[in-house]
């Protein structure tokens, strides 16, 4: 490639992140207003287009907070340290969103399935993985989501993420996994 090229890869790459970043920072202030009153209540939807519809809105952007929800809610995945079964400080704010939709979406069941690495007893690390996906069962359950939409499942060690004996394929078995039903 020339030099000549680069400059002009370079320069369409700028415009490209110039534009999305103007086009996601045009929401009315109207949007904001009733996003953030729903928020607040914890009765909006986390979801782009039941929270379009709640809040009026028929422009088809979506607001920052909408953004985020929809980010928090592709996160299935949630992982734990060694011989813990408490989730991680900064996943508070994604279960939230879960916990929010799950409220908002009474229809919604999912089941958290829980796991360990192989480390320890078979029968240790199925109530190990239970006491994990029983953390976040109660965080959900506090911030808005009914006992009614959750099922909770442990399998301990015996479906891995990742096989082996390293210290990355053992961070990876130890986690939650939700799971829509």
């Known amino acids: 490639m020339t030099k000549k090229s680069i400059q002009t890869i370079k320069m ?9 970043l103007v086009a996601c920072s045009s929401t009315s202030d109207t949007e904001e207003g009733a996003m953030g009153e729903e928020g607040s209540s914890g009765s909006g939807s986390s979801t782009a287009s039941s929270a379009r519809t709640n809040a009026g809105s028929t422009s088809g952007q979506l607001t ?25 400080p900064a996943d508070r704010e994604t279960l939230t969103f879960h916990a929010r939709h799950l409220a908002a979406n009474s229809g919604e069941r999912i089941r958290l399935e829980g796991h360990a690495d192989e480390r320890g007893t078979r029968e240790y690390n199925l109530a190990l993985g239970e006491r994990r996906a029983n953390s976040i069962l109660n965080y959900l359950i506090v911030n808005g989501a ?7 499942v442990s399998y301990g060690e015996e479906q891995p993420a990742q096989a082996g004996q390293s210290d990355n394929a053992y961070s990876r078995n130890r986690r939650v996994e939700v799971v829509a039903r």
């Open 64 to 88: 920052q907070e909408e953004i985020r929800a929809e980010n928090a809610l592709r996160q299935t995945v949630f992982y734990f340290d060694f011989d813990i079964a408490e989730f991680k």
């Open 12 to 20: 369409g790459l700028m415009a490209i992140s110039l534009f999305a």
């Open 146 to 152: 009914s006992r009614s939409q959750i099922e909770v």
